[in-house]
């Protein structure tokens, strides 16, 4: 399952890599005239492409519209370009996410980065792999040594949980926090090493399936911002958290109380 997803990833990956640097701001469309959240020929190529190549009898959840049913045992969730205004500025931080469900667990993900030349893959039980090599998350025990990263809504005009309170809470209390465009990437960060938790509002399942198993098979915790680690509540519950584990609690501990979720 996890070399088939690789495949698809990278294969994916393959079609936006020679759309990459072609496309600009003014060839996207706006999802339901929301003039963040952004579109592009080469996202929809990628799904289809991704669609086109799962097994017949599986199920399907993709970001762009994909959906099908089949067999409810497994559900591939794919994002084919996460990062989409990234890719339309040329700023290499984007990737294609496949995270694979089977019996109500994650079981496979792959997050594929062609510009950075980076493939972090997991299978559940097995670990988690960046290019090949096994990583791990950081050992960082104190918040205020941690690097955090974080992102917001599409439509952070008009919702009442706009992550910015804990975005000044947590810059505060931590070494430093990041905004770079891309959930899946950040979790794939979280996964090796490089940042020491993530935590972001208003998501959907694409975003962060692969990640989040990742994270866990790289040693580390995911949870939904009141601290569930069932799958539905990170996954449909619009919160996630996910850190080495050794941050958990401080970090949960500085978010504010949602209002609106």
Same mark, same amino acid.
């Given at each position: 399952m996890l070399e088939q997803a690789e495949r698809l990833a990278r294969g994916a990956g393959d079609l936006l890599a020679k759309r990459y640097g072609t496309l600009r701001r003014a060839d996207a469309a706006r999802k339901q005239g929301h003039r963040r959240d952004l579109v592009t020929k080469a996202d929809l190529e990628a799904e289809r492409y991704?669609?086109?190549?799962?097994? #017949?009898?599986?199920?399907? @959840?993709?970001?762009?519209?994909? =959906?099908? &049913?089949?067999?409810? *045992?497994?559900?591939?969730?794919? !994002?084919?370009?996460?990062?989409?205004?990234?890719?339309?500025?040329?700023?290499?931080?984007?990737?294609?996410?496949?995270?694979?469900?089977?019996?109500?667990?994650?079981?496979?993900?792959?997050?594929?980065?062609?510009?950075?030349?980076?493939?972090?893959?997991?299978?559940?039980?097995?670990?988690?792999?960046?290019?090949?090599?096994?990583?791990?998350? #950081?050992?960082?025990?104190? @918040?205020?040594?941690?690097?955090? =990263?974080? &992102?917001?809504?599409? *439509?952070?005009?008009?919702?009442? !949980?706009?992550?910015?309170?804990?975005?000044?809470?947590?810059t505060l209390a931590s070494a430093g926090t990041r905004r770079l465009g891309s959930a899946a990437l950040d979790l794939a960060y979280v996964a090796c090493g490089r940042f020491d938790g993530f935590f972001e509002l208003h998501l959907n399942p694409w975003d962060v399936a692969a990640g989040a198993l990742l994270v866990t098979e790289a040693g580390g915790r995911v949870t939904d911002y009141r601290g569930s680690p069932a799958l539905d509540a990170f996954l449909h519950g619009r919160s996630i958290l996910a850190t080495n584990s050794r941050l958990h609690d401080a970090l949960r501990s500085k978010l504010a109380p949602l209002r609106g979720l």
């Open positions: 991704v669609a086109a190549h799962i097994p #017949a009898g599986d199920s399907l @959840l993709a970001e762009e519209g994909g =959906a099908r &049913g089949g067999d409810a *045992r497994r559900l591939w969730i794919v !994002d084919p370009l996460d990062g989409t205004v990234n890719f339309l500025h040329g700023i290499p931080f984007w990737c294609v996410s496949i995270g694979v469900v089977e019996a109500g667990e994650l079981v496979a993900g792959v997050v594929h980065a062609p510009a950075l030349d980076e493939t972090f893959s997991a299978a559940r039980g097995k670990g988690c792999f960046l290019n090949g090599t096994p990583v791990k998350v #950081a050992d960082t025990a104190q @918040l205020s040594d941690a690097v955090l =990263a974080s &992102g917001f809504g599409y *439509r952070l005009d008009e919702l009442p !949980d706009t992550n910015l309170d804990n975005w000044a809470a947590l």
